[in-house]
Structures are given as structure tokens and as C-alpha cells.
């Protein structure tokens, strides 16, 4: 029978779906599989192992994958002579029957909690005659894999959960369902990964969870978010951003640690989801648009410079033309900075699959068109304020517009490009901290030229 000693020298691939804590989890996978010997490699077709790590947010993701899943078969054998397909995430989590039927070419499904035990399914499912898919969905919702190892995509930026889980049942949302209750990771736990992640080169930490705001709720004796935000942001790390913040339980005390510490950058994305409190209500988020728009002129007022961004959801059951106007309303009233659109996607399970009333497809589209307008509006205004002004930019790399032009974010996190100064490596600069003079404002970044040495 085969161990996971026996994966070393395997070739694998991670494709990963969806949010933020995917991502995450994704590195934790790579992290583990390179412990136990195994080599990552940068497509499908060379790979041993192929891990996809799924989001079950949005149906797309869903057909995508199942594409994805499907071409597996039809691709050259690699170099071992067989190919381990593995799904994990949130798909498998949610329904792993639902993965054997509509991806046969699977030969594992393992849910968000087992993680730590994948080198040992993949051996044992490469143990096992090909076409029978092994299942570990268990929901022991107690274990972290937080002191796996992780493998970063970048070594600048270090993803960091606080917690997992959600308690909202917001009504479109299957997140509850799949990742469970709230679940905090103790301040102490959180800081010494901060520790380990600075000492390996990250200058910026992303601290995740699907509601920040209310760290350590379930947990005795540990700070709130805004203190763990303060604390996090006095361990000399460069940048701490976070998300994702539910405006019900934003406290005036985060938007005072974001005023006061120089290292917590001054965006804040807030999802407002809807402008119509009827809508609001049928979708069980527990504030009205007056309230979000009270919160955003308090952001706004505490925290200076800052950048407010939200996710917005057109087309929910029930939603007629004058609780979209009222959504359309918001972008402008909020004063917003930018804002992820999205058309409401029904997933089986939630309420609001059962809910009567569900919008045509065309006029959610229609109405997502008119909404990405007003979006568009917004940010290009606040790209057009950048110009002139002199932001600091801390570097990713290469732009999709080639080697020659180098992309980062601004503290407000505002995509900036620069062209790269003539000598120097991508890789030289990749991670350095750069000041750069704002010239020009496109639609989606903003451009202009360094001013001063990279630090
Ligand atoms: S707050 Fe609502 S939308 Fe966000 S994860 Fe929880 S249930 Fe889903």
C-alpha cells in the first residue's frame, strides 16, 4: 500500500477558485504536498497530482470546474503514469455525492477540514483501482490548518485567517452551510504566524475571515478586532489590510485603530449587497441603506484618506426597478470609491432558492450593465483624484501589460503601474516599497513614474 512517503518526486498542480481564504488554503496545500517531497509544477498537463480547490459562491464556478474536471481525461498520462485528481474546497465540502456524479474523472473529493490529512488520501486513493473517487468530508469544524506548512505565492504577501466560519445565514449565502459556525483562532496563535510570515520576507498581511468584525466573539478573553488589528499592526510589518468586514458589527473602535496606525492601510471594503432595505431584509443582512450610508460618513470622517469599496448584488429575488434605482442611489450617496458587481446567483439550500418572485436572467443582466456604469463612474473619479498626488506602492510585479511596465497597489489599495527603470530585474524590485508620481487615470489602475529608491 502506498504512504505519503511514496508521493515524493511526484509532480503537482494547484488550480485554485473563488475567495481569498481559498487562496489561503491553496498554500497550505502547496505547503504540505512540498513537505512530503513532491514538486510543483505550473500546468495540468505535467503534473502527477492536479488539486483543484473549489468555490461553490457562484454557479460559473461550479460549470467551470466541472469543465476543468472533464478535460483531465483527455489529457497525455504524465510522467508517473497516473494522473490523481483531486477536489477540495468548498464543492466537495458542500456535496461530494454532487462530485461523483458530475465529475467522474475525480479520484478524491476532501472537504475544508481535511486538509492536513491530503498526502495520505492521495496515497491512498493512487493505492485504489483508478475510477473510484475517495471521500473525506468530515466536519470536525474544531481543527485549524494553520500550522501546516504554506507554501506563498508571493513571499511579500501573507494571507492570515483569524477566523473561519460565519453565524449570518445571510439568505443567498451558502457559506454557513459548508464552512460552519464562528470560529476565532486565539490572538496568540495569530501573532506568532505574523512572526513566522515576517521572517520569511511578507511585508504585507491580509488578515481573512468571513466577518472580521466579530473576532473573538466565541472565544474567552481575547481582544477585539480592533485591538488584535492594533497589535497586529505594532509587530513592524510593513502593510495589514483585512476582509471581509459585515457593516452591522464594524465597530467605531476598528475605524480608530485604522486612524491611528500607521500600518493599517486606509481601504476599508465594506459589502453593502443592496441600496433597498426591503431587499436588505429579504436577504436577512439586519441593517437598512440609511445605516450603511451613516457608516460610510463615519469611515469617511475618522479615517483620512480612506477608500471605501462594497460588493453589490443585483437581480435577488423580488427585486423590482425601484429597489435596483436604490441600489444605483448608494454608489453615489456612499461616496464610494469602487465596488465588485455581481448578479445574484440561487444555490440550492439557501432560503432565497426557495424565495418566489426570482428576476429574469436578461433584466439582471440589463440591470448589472447599468450598474457596472455608475461603478465605472465612481472609481475613474477617484483615479482622477490620484492624479498629480504622490502615492506609496508596494511592488507585485510584472503588469498583464509585459515585463516592462511593473504594477503594485497604493495604501488605499488603487492599482498603480509604473514603467520599470531601465537595469533592474522584475525581481529586484518585486516586494520593495516604491514611491510613485501619479500622471495618468485609466479605468481600472492609474500610472505614473517612480520618484526616489525602492526600500
Ligand atoms: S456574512 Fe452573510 S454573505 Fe458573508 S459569509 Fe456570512 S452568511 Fe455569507
Known amino acids: 500500500m502506498s504512504t505519503p512517503s511514496s508521493l515524493a518526486g511526484l509532480a503537482y498542480w494547484v488550480k ?3 475567495c481569498q481564504m481559498n487562496f489561503h488554503e491553496a498554500e497550505r496545500v502547496s505547503g504540505l504536498l512540498d513537505a512530503h517531497g513532491l514538486l510543483p509544477v505550473t500546468t495540468a498537463e505535467e503534473a502527477d497530482v492536479c488539486i483543484f480547490m473549489t468555490c461553490c459562491v457562484r454557479e460559473k464556478a461550479d460549470t467551470h470546474l466541472a469543465g476543468q474536471v472533464s478535460a483531465m481525461a483527455s489529457a497525455p498520462a504524465p510522467p508517473s503514469g497516473r494522473r490523481t485528481v483531486a477536489i477540495g474546497g468548498c464543492i466537495a465540502q458542500r456535496d461530494a455525492e454532487n462530485v461523483r456524479i458530475a465529475m467522474p474523472r475525480a479520484d478524491l473529493a476532501f472537504g475544508t477540514q481535511a486538509i492536513p490529512k491530503l498526502p495520505e488520501l492521495i496515497a491512498r486513493s493512487r493505492a485504489t483501482k483508478p475510477g473510484r473517487i475517495l ?14 506548512p504554506q507554501h506563498r505565492a508571493n513571499a511579500w504577501r501573507a494571507w492570515v485567517p483569524i477566523m473561519y466560519g460565519c453565524n449570518n445565514f445571510c439568505t443567498y449565502c451558502i457559506v454557513p452551510y459548508v ?14 504566524e505574523i512572526g513566522r510570515v515576517r521572517a520569511t520576507g511578507a511585508r504585507e498581511v491580509y488578515l481573512l475571515g468571513q466577518n472580521v468584525n466579530s473576532y473573538g466573539h466565541d472565544l474567552e478573553g481575547q481582544p477585539t478586532f480592533a485591538e488584535l488589528l492594533r497589535e497586529v499592526a505594532r509587530t513592524g510589518v510593513d502593510r495589514v489590510r483585512f476582509t471581509s468586514s459585515h457593516p452591522k458589527d464594524l465597530t467605531v473602535g476598528t475605524l480608530e485603530a485604522m486612524a491611528e496606525e500607521p500600518a493599517i492601510m486606509p481601504h476599508l471594503h465594506l459589502a453593502a449587497q443592496s441600496g433597498s432595505d426591503r431587499i436588505l431584509a429579504a436577504m436577512g ?70 424565495m418566489p418572485d426570482q428576476v429574469p436572467s436578461e433584466v439582471a443582466h440589463e440591470r448589472l450593465e447599468r450598474l457596472a456604469e ?30 516592462e511596465v511593473l504594477m503594485g497597489h497604493s495604501p488605499e489599495n488603487y492599482t498603480v503601474h509604473f514603467p520599470k527603470p531601465k537595469g533592474v530585474a522584475v525581481e529586484e524590485l518585486t516586494g520593495a516599497i516604491v514611491d510613485v508620481d501619479v500622471e495618468e487615470a485609466r479605468s481600472f489602475y492609474v500610472q505614473g513614474k517612480i520618484a526616489g529608491e525602492a526600500r
Open 16 to 18: 485554485t477558485f473563488g
Open 135 to 148: 471521500v473525506d468530508v468530515e466536519e470536525p469544524y474544531d481543527a485549524f490548518s494553520t500550522d501546516l
Open 179 to 192: 464552512r460552519g459556525r464562528e470560529r476565532s483562532r486565539t490572538a496568540a496563535d495569530i501573532l506568532a
Open 285 to 354: 443582512r439586519r441593517y437598512r441603506k440609511a445605516d450603511y450610508l451613516a457608516l460610510a460618513r463615519e469611515a469617511h470622517a475618522r479615517v483620512p484618506g480612506l477608500a471605501l469599496t462594497t460588493d453589490l448584488i443585483v437581480g435577488f429575488p423580488g427585486e423590482t426597478e425601484a429597489d435596483f434605482q436604490a441600489t444605483l442611489d448608494l454608489v453615489d450617496e456612499a461616496d464610494l470609491q469602487g465596488a465588485y458587481t455581481f448578479i445574484y446567483s440561487k444555490r440550492a439550500g439557501t432560503k432565497a432558492a426557495e
Open 374 to 403: 455608475a461603478v465605472q463612474r465612481v472609481s475613474a473619479k477617484a483615479h482622477r483624484a490620484l492624479v498629480g498626488t504622490h502615492v506609496e506602492v508596494l511592488v507585485e510585479g510584472a503588469s498583464k501589460r509585459g515585463g
